[in-house]
């Protein structure tokens, strides 16, 4: 668990740089599905410390609650 939020915090900083380069960009859609498979704490973090994606409603509520959700799966299944 601990490579995929890795991975969904690096996927934020990619894309933040993607986006002031005018480049192509990561499909919000792989944004999600690595949050929603366990990278959500990564990706909100990822999106609080690159500023990304805050002015998005889904991604500003929506990443922290699938973040607590996880804390909780993970603390039911390691603990």
């Not at 490579?3 to 005018?22: E, H, P, S, T, V």
């Not at 366990?38 to 994606?53: P, Y």
């Amino acid at each position: 668990m601990f490579f995929i939020n890795i991975l969904g915090c690096f996927i934020m900083a990619i894309d933040k740089q993607k986006a002031r380069k005018r480049k192509w960009r990561i499909a919000e859609s792989t944004i999600w599905c690595v949050s929603l498979i366990g990278g959500a704490i990564g990706t909100t973090i990822g999106m609080h410390l690159f500023h990304h994606k805050t002015k998005h409603r889904l991604f500003r509520y929506g990443l922290p609650l699938l973040a607590f959700l996880d804390v909780i799966v993970y603390f039911i299944f390691y603990q």
